[in-house]
């Protein structure tokens, strides 16, 4: 019943913002840590940021520290990374998932392509 429905993946220039949302469903949202992952071609899958229930503790990959962002609504039962000064690496398919749940409740993910 878990699902997991990302959005907002875009071509974006290097140097650009970008932010891409996910909105969960299926269980208590504001009780559970939140993550956010990614994944290119020929790489295995990554943890980029999560975020603590209620939201006030996160933590980053080293390479995107200091430019990306973890943020949740519990409210609207969403998660946000605010991704900014993007870089071409950063090019990937990114996935939320619920870390503590330990299923594969993996969404579509959204692609986020960074390029001139």
């Known amino acids: 019943q878990v699902q997991l429905v990302e959005s907002g993946g875009a071509l974006v220039q290097p140097g650009g913002s970008l932010r891409v949302s996910c909105v969960a469903s299926?269980?208590?949202?504001?009780?559970?840590?939140m993550a956010w992952y990614r994944q290119a071609p020929g790489k295995e899958r990554e943890l980029v940021a999560r975020?603590?229930?209620?939201?006030?503790?996160?933590n980053y990959l080293d390479s995107v520290k200091g430019r990306f962002t973890i943020s949740r609504d519990n409210a609207k039962r969403t998660v946000y990374l605010q991704m900014n000064s993007l870089k071409p690496e950063d090019t990937a398919v990114y996935y939320c998932?619920?870390?503590?749940?330990?299923?594969?409740?993996w969404g579509q993910g959204t692609q986020v392509t960074v390029s001139s």
């Open positions: 998932n619920v870390p503590s749940l330990g299923g594969n409740y």
């Open positions: 299926g269980f208590t949202f504001s009780s559970y840590a």
């Open positions: 975020i603590s229930p209620p939201g006030g503790i996160r």
